[in-house]
């Protein structure tokens, strides 16, 4: 099977976007921006789905689902919210079409059909969510109200990229309302902390947890915290967000409740969420120029067995020899693929899983059969071994552990070797263009210098850290004083 994948030195976008067709992961669609999630895509984000879900369950979440369509007064509400959504909307202003009498065969839209209120395609649902939450709460007794959905969300983007940036994707939000600001930023933080855990356990990717700025923070919402990983060109690429809300959404949507006192007092909100975007950061994060390389705790397919032979009489042998392996992995919940396909060869099928990101590949022959063994390859670091059939299922579980910890390890030693602390703005230029990573940086504070900064080098403040130490310094492109650093990159 031939690859054909432009490499990472050579263009990285083209590499990305090569590899996510060429894997199966997706393809653009007849829709402008809009793409198709393959099978093989869709394993790893279901993957995804499971594990996220399962963590939502257990922190007291509940799912739901809401209206795709947003009455325009109703998305009007809450002011920032609106604004900050502008231009992203797509709007719903007929409700039928007819036959076009100048234009046999051709469809109009009907004059006649026009709606009474035009309907906002939901590019995030806390409009939908909060009118609802209305008639959900009157006493403190239905707090709190832990809620999350999955679903899809249409943001018109004029620039897009498979899983990064579609203009309709995947994903969930959480939203929750409590009587007390304290218990909704707890939720806020705890939040953040589950996307983070996700992404190390899960996703084998490390994170920067951090609050994003006045000019990044979500619309309508008194603080964002944040999760950051850097790709392996080293940008920036935010991995998930949750939002204290305040009491934003309550006054615009009037959602009060009766306190213990029996006194009216508007809730306390937060929003979350993570999309499919996280597929791509699983790509670019691990993957390398023979193809994808999956977490074995994500991969929809761990072990792949491929049978080498020349007889009938060969293949049935080593078939009743695989199945007794496979039965006995599955009993440990590795998830195996017996590639027994007729219609293509032994290389071809080692590409074509290697392409893949199949943690592992076992491959066996006659020789193997008799001398009792398999040849066992890795897909991240491109080695095999020959290794003994006795006790060969406890040595996979362990392999594929050893994978899981070493992609870490190895997204960890990039990320903390491209963390630089400069001090002048000569520096911080240079190390953007000819280093990369995030610069951490003292900053006055500003969103003048921050947009500034952004103008001249197109990098922006991905978060301030929460481990941040406090020190006095100087800002590094004005020089005014600063209270600590805060980390900037050139982001997806």
Known sequence: ????????????????????????LAENSGVRGCMVIKPYGYAIWEKMQAELDKMFKETGHQNAYFPLFVPKSMFEAEEKNAEGFAKECAIVTHYRLKNDPDKPGKLMVDPNAKLEEELIVRPTSEAIIWSTYKGWVQSYRDLPLLINQWANVVRWEMRTRLFLRTAEFLWQEGHTAHATRAEAVEESEKM?????DFAERFMAIPVIKGLKTETERFAGAEETYCIEALMQDGKALQAGTSHFLGQNFAKAFDVKFANAEGKQEYVWGTSWGVSTRLMGALVMTHSDDQGLVLPPSLAPIQVVIV????????????SAEVNVLITRLRKLNVSVKFDDR???KPGFKFAEWELKGVPVRIAVGPKDLENGTFEVARRDTLTKEVVSKEGIENYITSLLEQIQNDLFAKALEYRDTHVTEVNSFEEFKEVLENKGGFVSAHWDGTAVTEEKIKDLTKATIRCVPLNRVEEAGNCVFTGAASVGRVLFAKAY
């Open 342 to 344: 007729t219609t293509q």
């Open 1 to 24: 099977m031939s690859k054909n994948i432009t490499t990472r030195a050579e263009d990285y976008s083209k590499w990305y976007n090569e590899l996510v067709v060429k894997a199966d």
């Open 192 to 196: 953040m902390n589950v996307y983070a």
């Open 307 to 318: 049978p080498i032979y020349k007889s009938d009489e060969q293949l049935a042998a080593i």
